[in-house]
């Protein structure tokens, strides 16, 4: 139980919760709400050797690859859709075996956290079973159903070491307001030993329980305000997604590893102080604008996807 | 004379989308997961035609029957969820798919057998992992739960290499079964494992329209006015059996087509296909 009054603290103090070789929970889901402030934060202080598990990721799991911070990624996906395809720095990661491949499914996750959330050892699925995910994961046991007679799949109880979210608003005493799919972050929170958050903006509780609570605060450990701490992933209905920011992001991953490190981990993460030097950096003030221009029309939101 | 009098053509990613439509029961609950385009619009596609009453989850933001305002780069962004009418939760929809509630599922692979097994977790053996995909999202899952699975992949077509070798989409062998079909790679049928669903049962292809046999082996149902089965066996590293009936497909109607590119005015769905495939269309029957 995380009970204090004010769990605001700086991005550094706040990432620090997170230790080399924990097991991290990195919320959002896709090109939407990762908390990619704190990831570059967490890069800057040289955390290393985690394991990631998740459900549908990408930019956020695929900078931690490209930056070694990663041992091992159980995630059920990793990729830019459509839009880029493959997650250059993961494919490398994973294929020189600096990254081991321990792939899960959605809903064998989900029964994983939510055993971790009932106190239960393990819960059962029908699914998985005739697939290569028994041979990833020897720690899945099967059983036979006492009720029914059916060979059912068991998978043991998952507990991160650490939920990173980005959410968008936050009281001080630390609880959440997520609007829009929450994703796997409100399981995640659960099911975790620690929960950290940034925030789009802190309100008082008032303004926070008018919007209702996601995430309750006893689960949170601490909290910081960070505006804009999901790009270039999308917090609507702040901000959309920044594709053209993804799209050079891609061209540095795809050039090889020193590249990727030379131009974009340098300028984007190593070079940036904080998180305000990087804001400034990707285009300021008329860039995060222009991600904000989503709402003034369809023509304009899709203009940032063109 | 309204646009969609005048348009005299359907490119092949119209005339997949409509097919797979097609696959899409009336009233049924479907899921169209995410990187997907092409699903994504068949789904819209039928509720819009000929499925008014399907429960349509939209992939990523779990949103029930949105009104996209536009299809997006991206599955998990607000113009894909404009007008849901209620949310699902991530545990939500998997537990409706392990109760036998979700009535369709839409799955691909880099790697596809002749049970619908698939692969996109990686390639190579136990060993030496060659190349990684991005893995399955909860595709393991749904293939085992979801009550009936359509299958597509725009990539079915191969073109040999100087020394005559094909990189093969539709494989003899699945490096990883990420999903299953109908049948193990060691031949043991579907009905042998507690599944709740029924396993796939077609795959729309750039080349041609797959169903499933008695057996659960993958049977040419449909070729395309421009392809063949000779065509389609070059393509294809296991042997297949023909339909008596092999037909031609139906080409979607002039309003159909046209509710396509009004919902996709970037054409992010042609991400899926290849160059050539872009350019590839075919002439409406005047009829």
């Known amino acids: ?306 | 004379m309204n646009k969609a009098a005048k348009i005299k053509n359907c490119t092949l990613g119209e005339l997949m989308i409509y097919q797979i439509a097609l696959s899409i029961e009336d009233g049924t609950l479907a899921f169209h997961g995410f990187g997907s385009p092409l699903v994504q619009l068949a789904l819209h596609l039928a509720k819009c035609n000929h499925a008014p009453n399907l429960v349509l989850v939209a992939g990523a933001t779990y949103g029930i029957n949105p009104t996209p305002v536009f299809l997006t780069p991206t599955t998990n962004d607000f113009a894909m969820n404009r007008g849901a009418e209620c949310h699902l939760s991530i545990d939500e929809l998997f537990d409706l798919a392990a109760s036998g509630r979700l009535g369709r599922m839409f799955l691909s692979g880099l790697q596809i057998d002749r049970w619908g097994n698939m692969n996109v977790t990686r390639l190579g053996n136990d060993d030496r992992l060659t190349l990684k995909l991005p893995g399955g999202g909860g595709g393991c899952n749904l293939s085992c739960d979801a009550g009936h699975i359509t299958i597509w992949t725009a990539a079915h077509r191969t073109h040999a290499d100087e020394k005559g070798r094909r990189r093969y989409r539709l494989v003899n062998h699945c490096d990883f079964v990420t999903s299953v079909g109908h049948r193990t790679a060691e031949g043991l049928p579907r009905a042998s494992m507690s599944y709740s669903g029924n396993g796939p049962d077609c795959i729309v292809t750039d080349l041609c329209i797959f169903g499933f046999n008695a057996e659960g082996h993958a049977e040419l149902r449909s070729v395309y006015p421009d392809t063949s089965i000779e065509l389609v066996r070059e393509s294809t590293e296991f042997e297949f059996p023909v339909a008596d009936n092999l037909l031609t497909a139906a080409l979607p109607e002039p309003e159909m087509i046209e509710f396509i590119r009004q919902l996709d005015p970037l054409k992010i769905h042609e991400c899926e296909l290849s160059q050539d495939d872009r350019v590839r269309t075919f002439e409406l029957n005047e009829a």
């Open chain 1, 1 to 306: 139980m995380y009970t204090q009054a004010d769990k605001r603290c700086s991005i550094t103090q706040l990432v620090a919760h997170i230790h080399s070789g924990d097991c991290l929970a990195i919320g959002g889901g896709l090109s939407w709400r990762e908390p990619m402030a704190a990831l570059r934060e967490l890069i800057r202080q040289n955390i290393k050797d985690l394991k990631l598990v998740g459900s549908a990721h990408g930019i956020d799991v695929d900078l931690l690859c490209g930056a070694g911070s990663v041992a091992a990624s159980a995630e059920s996906y990793v990729g830019f859709e459509q839009d880029f395809g493959m997650a250059i720095n993961y494919r490398r990661a994973c294929e020189t075996s600096v990254v081991k491949v321990e792939d899960n499914c959605c809903y064998t996750l989900v029964q994983q956290l939510r055993a971790a959330i009932q106190g239960l050892p393990f819960m059962p699925i029908r699914s998985v079973q005739g697939t290569d995910f028994l041979k990833l994961h020897p720690e899945f046991k099967t059983m036979i159903c006492p009720f029914t007679g059916e060979q059912l799949v068991l998978v043991p109880a998952l507990k991160p070491d650490v939920t990173l979210i980005h959410a968008h608003y936050a009281d001080q005493h630390g609880n959440l307001y997520i609007e829009g799919p929450p994703v796997a972050d409100i399981l995640f929170a659960k099911a975790s030993k620690k929960v950290i958050a940034t925030v789009e903006a802190l309100i008082s509780h008032q303004e926070l329980a008018r919007k209702g609570v996601t995430i309750p605060y006893f689960y949170v450990t601490a909290l910081c305000e960070v505006p804009y701490g999901a790009h270039p992933t999308s917090c609507y209905p702040r901000y959309a997604y920044d594709r053209e920011h993804t799209k050079h992001y891609y061209q540095a991953a795809k050039n090889g590893n020193d590249n990727f490190r030379d131009n974009y981990l340098k300028p984007y993460v190593y070079g940036c102080k904080d998180h305000a030097s990087y804001l400034n950096l990707i285009g300021g003030q008329t860039r995060l604008a222009r991600l904000e221009q989503w709402n003034d029309g369809i023509d304009q939101w899709m203009l940032l996807y063109e």
